[in-house]
C-alpha cells in the first residue's frame, strides 16, 4: 500500500513542484504574483508553462485545459494537446506562457444573459494562479476566470475574487484602527460540507426521471423511510466504504483534503467534509470533488446522485458553508480571543456579520436560489426560506448587555466595558447543537446552511463577502473619524445590535411560530427561485455590489436572467420527462395490470359464481386513477406548450411556479396513488424501496 503522505497532491503543480521545478527568481516572482496579485511577466509566464508542462508530461498527461465555472453550475472544459508539428514530420510537446495565461474558448454555448453580443461569441480564460493547477484523466487542468472581451464577468470566479478583494480591502481599515500593523491581508476561508446520495446504476438506468432530472418525479413513499432514524448511526455499507475509500485516494491525489465522511440522516444519503481552505480555493475544489464524486460512483456500479431533492418525502442534500475571515497572520478574526482586545475587535466583526447578514437577507436567500433547492429550503428538513442568525444564549446574553448598558452574567456589578472587560469563554457545545439555523455562529466561524448539495459555493460567499464588506465600510467610515476610539467603538456595537438584533434568532426554525413571528419582524420570506431572484437588481443590492466593484450593473441584470432561465429551463424538462414517462410507461404499465385484474375476474366468474369482490373494487379504482392520470397528463401538456410562447423570462418564472410546477404535483400524486396499488412486477422502473435501500 502507497502512504497517503506520498500521493497526497500527487497530481497538483503545488509549491513543492514550483520550488523544485521553477529557478529561484521565477518561483519569486510566481510567488509575489500568488500572494500579492502582482502582474505576471512573460518571461516568468513562459518559464513557468514550460516547468508545468514538463511536470505534466512526466505524469503522463497529453492535453491542456483551461478550466473554468461558467454560470450553468458546472465547470467547463476544453482540451488542447500540447504536440506541435516538427519540421521532420515528427511532434514536439509545446506549452507557451501565452497559452498558460489567457484562452480563448468558443463560448458562444455559454450563458451570458446578454452581456456578449453574438457578433463577438468569444471569451476570454485568465489563468488564476492563486489556484494551483492539476492534472486529472491525462490532462493538465489550469483553473482560469472567464471573461467577454470588454471585462464582463461570465463566470463565478471572477466575482468571487473581487468580492474577496472588497472584503479584503475593508478589513485591513478596521485591523489599522485596533493598531494591528503586521497584517497584510485579510481572507475568508470555507469548508463546505458536501451531502450526496448513492444508488444503484442498473436501477437508476431504468428511471428516465433520474437519468434525465436527476430526482425522482414520481415514486411511492416505501413502507420504511428514514423513520427509524437508525442509519445516521449506522455502519457505512461495504460497497460505500470501497467508493469512499477510492474516493478520498482521489481527491487526496488532487491535494483536496477530503477529511470526514459519514452516513447522513435518510437512507442511501452520506457526507463528505474537507478541512477548510481560502475561498476561492474551496470553491475550485468543491466544484472539483463534485466531478470526481460522481466519476468515482460509475466505477462501483453506482450513481452519485447531487441533486437537493432526489426523493420526495425523504430528507434532501444540502452544503453547509463554513465560513471565516482570517489574517495572513493565521488570526482567526471570528474567534473571540483572550483578550480584551481581541474580545473587542471579535464584537465588531461579529457585528458587522450581524448587520451584513440582515441588511441583505435576500441576496443570502437568492444566492442559493435555484428550481432543486426550492424542494428543500422551508421543509421539514432544512431551514426555512427565512434567512435569520443563530449566536446561542451565552453570546446573545453579552450583546444583550452591551444594549442594555447592564452588566453582564450575575457576578458582576459594571457594566461591560468594552477593551477592558474579558468575555466568558463559549463552549463551542453550547454554540453548535441548533441545527435548524440558516447561518449559525458555532464557536469561530459561521455555518451558512442553506445551500444545495448541487449549488456551486462561488453565488453564497460572492454575496456573503460583500454584504460585510459593506458592514465594515460603514464602521470604518465611522470609527475613522473618532476621537474617541473606545467610546465610539462602543457606541457603534451598541447601535449595530439594536438595529439589527431583529434577525438573531436561536429557536427552533423548523417551527412554524417562527415564520409567523419573522413575519412580524419584517424578515424576508422568499419561498421560490420565481420570488427571490428578481430581488438582486433591486436598487440597494446593485449600489452596494457595485460600489465595491464586485459586479457592474449589467452583469447583475445578466445573471438574474441567467439564474431564471436555469429555474424554468429545469422545471420544463421535469415537466416533460413526467409527461414521457406518465404516457409511455405508467399509464401503459397500471392500464395493462387493470385489464389482467379485469380479465381474471372474467375467467374466475366463467368457472364459478364468485362475487370476486377485491378483484373488481381493484379494477374500479384503476381505472379512475388511469382516468385521473390521464387527465393531469393532459393538463400537462397544454401548460409544457403554452410555457413555449412566453418569450420573457420574468412572467415565464412566474409560470412555471405558478402553472408548471402545481400541475406536476398533480399528475405525481395521481401516479404515486396507482404505484402503490400496482403489483410490482407490472411496474416499469425500481420503487424507493429498492433505490434507497439497493446499495
Ligand atoms: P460539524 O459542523 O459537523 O460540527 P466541524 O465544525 O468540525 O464539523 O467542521 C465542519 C467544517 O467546518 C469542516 O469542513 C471544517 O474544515 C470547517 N471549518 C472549521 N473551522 C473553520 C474555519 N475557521 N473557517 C472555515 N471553515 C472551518
Ligand atoms: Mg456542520
Given amino acids: 500500500m502507497e502512504k497517503v503522505t506520498e500521493y497526497f497532491g500527487s497530481m497538483v503543480f503545488d509549491d513543492r513542484i514550483m520550488k523544485a521545478t521553477l529557478s529561484e527568481k521565477v518561483y519569486k516572482s510566481l510567488k509575489r504574483t500568488i500572494d500579492r496579485g502582482t502582474p505576471l511577466d512573460i518571461s516568468v509566464a513562459n518559464a513557468v508553462a514550460a516547468a508545468m508542462k514538463d511536470w505534466a508530461i512526466e505524469k503522463g498527461a497529453t492535453h491542456y485545459t483551461h478550466w473554468f465555472q461558467p454560470m450553468t453550475g458546472v465547470t467547463a472544459e476544453k482540451h488542447d494537446s500540447f504536440i506541435s508539428p516538427a519540421p521532420d514530420g515528427r511532434v514536439i510537446m509545446e506549452f507557451s506562457g501565452k497559452e498558460l495565461v489567457k484562452g480563448e474558448p468558443d463560448a458562444s454555448s455559454f450563458p451570458s444573459g446578454g452581456l456578449r453580443a453574438t457578433f463577438e461569441a468569444r471569451g476570454y480564460t485568465a489563468w488564476d494562479p492563486t489556484s494551483y493547477a492539476f492534472i486529472k484523466d491525462g490532462t493538465l487542468y489550469i483553473p482560469t476566470a472567464f471573461c467577454s472581451y470588454t471585462g464582463e464577468a461570465l463566470d463565478k470566479k471572477v466575482p468571487l475574487l473581487r468580492s474577496m478583494e472588497a472584503l479584503n480591502r475593508q478589513a485591513m481599515r478596521i485591523l489599522k484602527l485596533f493598531g494591528n500593523d503586521k497584517v497584510k491581508s485579510v481572507r475568508t476561508s470555507v469548508g463546505p460540507e458536501q451531502e450526496y446520495f448513492l444508488v444503484d446504476r442498473d436501477m437508476f438506468k431504468k428511471r ?103 426523493f420526495a418525502g425523504v430528507n434532501g442534500s444540502g452544503k453547509h458553508n463554513n465560513w471565516s475571515i482570517s489574517t495572513d497572520q493565521g488570526e482567526n478574526l471570528l474567534s473571540p480571543g483572550e483578550t480584551p482586545a481581541e474580545n473587542a475587535q471579535f464584537l465588531l466583526f461579529l457585528a458587522a456579520v450581524i448587520k451584513a447578514v440582515d441588511d441583505y437577507q435576500d441576496l443570502l436567500r437568492l444566492s442559493v436560489a435555484t428550481a432543486g433547492n426550492d424542494h428543500r429550503l422551508g421543509a421539514n428538513e432544512a431551514p426555512p426560506a427565512v434567512i435569520s442568525v443563530f449566536l446561542g444564549d451565552e453570546l446573545t446574553a453579552v450583546l444583550d448587555a452591551i444594549e442594555a448598558d447592564k452588566p453582564y452574567g450575575g457576578t458582576k456589578k459594571e457594566k461591560m ?279
Fill in 417 to 695: 466595558q468594552l477593551g477592558v472587560d474579558v468575555l466568558p469563554k463559549f463552549s463551542k457545545d453550547a454554540t453548535d447543537r441548533n441545527r435548524t439555523s440558516p447561518f449559525a455562529f458555532t464557536g469561530n466561524k459561521f455555518e451558512f446552511r442553506m445551500l444545495g448539495s448541487s449549488n456551486s459555493i462561488s453565488c453564497a460567499n460572492i454575496h456573503l463577502n460583500a454584504a460585510v464588506a459593506e458592514s465594515l465600510r460603514q464602521f470604518a467610515d465611522k470609527l475613522e473619524k473618532a476621537k474617541d476610539f473606545n467610546k465610539a467603538l462602543h457606541d457603534l456595537i451598541r447601535k449595530t445590535i439594536k438595529e439589527h438584533k431583529r434577525i438573531i434568532f436561536n429557536g427552533n426554525g423548523y417551527d412554524d411560530a417562527w415564520i409567523a413571528e419573522a413575519k412580524k419582524r419584517g424578515l424576508c420570506n422568499y419561498k421560490t427561485t420565481a420570488d427571490a431572484m428578481p430581488h438582486i437588481c433591486d436598487k440597494k443590492n446593485v449600489e452596494m455590489l457595485t460600489s465595491h466593484g464586485i459586479f457592474t450593473e449589467a452583469e447583475i441584470f445578466s445573471r438574474r436572467d441567467i439564474m431564471l432561465e436555469n429555474y424554468v429551463k429545469t422545471v420544463n424538462i421535469e415537466a416533460v420527462t413526467m409527461i414521457d414517462m406518465a404516457r409511455k410507461e405508467i399509464i401503459p404499465a397500471v392500464a395493462k395490470f387493470a385489464a389482467d385484474t379485469a380479465s381474471a375476474v372474467s375467467v374466475k366468474k366463467s368457472v364459478s359464481k364468485a362475487a370476486c369482490k377485491y378483484e373488481t373494487r381493484l379494477v374500479t379504482y384503476l381505472t379512475a386513477l388511469i382516468d385521473e392520470m390521464d387527465e393531469a397528463t393532459s393538463t400537462l401538456e397544454g401548460i409544457a406548450a403554452e410555457f413555449k410562447t412566453i418569450a420573457d423570462i420574468m412572467p415565464a418564472s412566474e409560470f412555471v411556479r405558478d402553472k408548471m410546477l402545481p400541475a406536476m404535483d398533480k399528475l405525481r400524486a395521481a401516479a404515486d396513488k396507482a404505484e402503490a396499488i400496482t403489483a410490482e412486477d407490472y411496474y416499469p422502473f425500481p420503487a424507493y424501496d429498492k433505490l434507497l435501500f439497493g446499495v
Fill in 208 to 310: 428516465k426521471d433520474l437519468v434525465m432530472t436527476g430526482r425522482t418525479l414520481f415514486g411511492a413513499m416505501p413502507p420504511k423511510g428514514q423513520e427509524m432514524d437508525d442509519h445516521y448511526f449506522g455502519s457505512i455499507k461495504p460497497r460505500v466504504a470501497e467508493y469512499m475509500a477510492d474516493l478520498d485516494k482521489e481527491l487526496w491525489k488532487l491535494g483536496i483534503l477530503a477529511k470526514t465522511k459519514h452516513n447522513e440522516v435518510a437512507p442511501a444519503q452520506h457526507e463528505l467534509a474537507p478541512i477548510y481552505d481560502t475561498t476561492n480555493i474551496a470553491a475550485d475544489h468543491n466544484q472539483l470533488t463534485m466531478e470526481v464524486m460522481q466519476k468515482v460512483a460509475l466505477r462501483h456500479n453506482l450513481v452519485c446522485l447531487l441533486h437537493e431533492k432526489p
